[in-house]
């Protein structure tokens, strides 16, 4: 369990905690302003809530793509949102190398989901002694992330979580399997689901990922009744011109209807 941050612990209030924050972290201005108004949502729906911002993107389609505004100025930020704030943080990082850099500034390293089978940086994540949270990859089946959830343990870390963003659904599209919520929560982790990426559309002509963000309050209700004991989301006040995965993102002014909504469901189950 996350237990070495102790709100989130999914048993704890009986709600389910949330995972969110934009896709890239674009400023510091932006990154506080976007801590601030989920927090306040938060807060009042009594969500125990972690902020998420990637300091580099580093799977991007296109060679132009934005990746980032630097590692250390980024990760600077994400400690500033932390120390502002009082609330944990998680970050994506991608390599074994970077993993103790990570460290330093997060709370929860992320393995993102194209590595979610890479064992030196599952190793490099476990043995910082931080919370990992593990994507389950677009290409695996829910019973395969016990290899994974496994890879960490034997490293001597207990404090993981699973989060599934969707599976290859033919070459451009995700489809989310709710049976695999269940299924990975028998190995006795928190389970995610990530209802804005597992409505990616990848792999345009174009070369930038599309979305379906009309579905995200379907998968998350989806999610919630299905028994996920935290939702992942990237938002933004402008989802148009977010500089990563602005086809998918949640428009920041609809999060406390969602969240509202979901809340009704985890109370009602």
Known sequence: ????????NHTDKGNFFLLAGPCAI????????????????????EIPYVFKGSYRKANRSRLDSFTGIGDEKALKILRKV???FN??????FHSAEEAAMAAEYVDVLQIPAFLCRQT????????????????????????AMTFAVNKVRESGNPHIAITDRGTMFGYQDMIVDMRGIPTMKAFDVPVVLDITHSLQQPNQSSGVTGGKPELIETIGKAGIAAGADGVFLETHHDPSVAKSDGANMLKLDYLEALLTKLVRIRKAL
């Open 1 to 8: 369990m996350l237990n070495n941050i102790p709100h989130l």
């Open 26 to 45: 674009e400023s510091e201005d932006m990154a506080l302003k976007i801590a601030e108004r989920i927090i306040t949502i938060t807060d009042k729906l």
């Open 82 to 84: 932390s120390e502002t």
């Open 87 to 92: 609330v944990p943080t998680i970050t994506d």
């Open 120 to 143: 030196d940086i599952l190793v490099a994540a476990a043995n910082t002694g931080k919370a990992v949270n593990i994507k389950k990859g677009q290409f695996l089946s829910p019973e």
